[in-house]
């Protein structure tokens, strides 16, 4: 098995540059309108964070991201982390006075976008905010990123809570923190670069992240698949179509989507489903026997934004 490897002193665009090098010829994405090489993907990065660091001030300055659920949404998020910028995403189908918060908030120094929510992007951004629109189809790419030392104990992320019992507010995730519990999870998946991992849940919030972190960390293709803008009733002819093998999404959703199989409906290319951010069922144990292949395992991890992954139960059929 190849799991992502580390060091304790690895930042996260390290970990992620070393990838891009092992597996470089490998196909990043699939089911995307733009869907590169990793060597494509890294150089896209590279150029869009030579940018980033000359639109913002220094090392350590926020920056958000306001793409759809799509290949070019990662290459933004990238770009950011080889700035030694921190990464704050921001969901387009929030209602504005949330996403305006959060910028402001996060004190933003710079918001990255596409053509499709620019009038959004400069409305959130709000007077004077720096609004910059990514295209990967209509950049260069470059070879190298921007010569900007990170250290382990530096910020990469900021993800924002709900927000139900008051004001959202900002988990902030260390490298030292996410490299540590991409290694555990890959090998809790035994990811290779052979996997197809769908990525379902979005990318503002740390669950879609470390789904993210550890595809790319171990060559794995990803496919995105928007709930909000797909009905789930088409995810399992949609997993079967491209033969996903990694299936990872919260319990509640995935009560949902099993809702929508009927008796003898499988998705036998999965080799591991995994539900976390809640606590997962008897019955939902139940509905994995009913729909996935006898060689598939079920994890069910116990986790915390600021932490990571806590706790693994791991069952065979």
């Known amino acids: 098995m190849a799991y992502a490897m580390s060091e304790s002193r690895d930042s996260l665009p ?10 470089r010829s490998l196909k990043a994405f699939g089911a995307c309108a733009w869907q590169p090489t990793y060597e494509e993907l890294n150089a896209k990065a590279n150029a869009l964070a030579r940018l980033v660091v000359h639109e913002t001030g220094r090392k350590g300055d926020r920056v958000a991201i306001l793409m759809d659920h799509d290949s070019p949404e990662i290459a933004a998020i990238l770009s950011v982390l080889k700035a030694g910028r921190i990464v704050v995403v921001l969901n387009p189908n929030d209602p504005p006075s949330r996403l305006s918060y959060i910028v402001k908030n996060a004190e933003a120094k710079l918001i990255l976008t596409q053509e499709a929510h620019r009038k959004l992007a400069n409305e959130v951004a709000g007077p004077g905010g720096k609004v910059l629109a990514f295209d990967p189809d209509r950049s260069e790419g470059a070879a190298h990123g921007p010569d900007v030392v990170i250290f382990p104990d530096d910020v990469a992320t900021l993800t924002y809570t709900s927000g139900s019992t008051g004001a959202p507010k900002a988990v902030m995730q260390t490298h030292r923190q996410i490299v540590p519990n991409v290694i555990r999870q890959s090998r809790s998946l035994e990811l290779v670069p052979e ?8 990318l503002s919030g740390s ?3 470390i789904i993210l972190w550890c595809a790319l960390a171990n060559g794995c293709s990803l496919w995105p698949f928007s709930v909000g803008e797909r009905s789930i009733d088409g995810l399992a002819g949609w997993m079967n179509d491209n033969k996903i093998t990694v299936f990872i999404l919260g319990p509640s959703l995935f009560r949902h989507f099993t809702k929508t199989l009927r008796i003898g409906d499988r998705i036998p290319s999965v080799h591991v489903v995994k539900l976390t951010t809640e606590a997962a069922t008897s019955e939902d144990f139940a509905a994995f026997q009913r729909h996935f292949s006898d060689r598939c395992i079920f994890l069910n991890i116990l986790s915390a934004s600021e932490a990571g992954s806590i706790a693994t139960l791991r069952l065979s059929h």
């Open 195 to 202: 996997d197809r991992v769908a990525l379902i849940p979005l």
């Open 207 to 209: 669950h879609g992240l």
């Open 14 to 23: 390290a970990l992620l540059e070393r990838a891009a090098q092992t597996h």
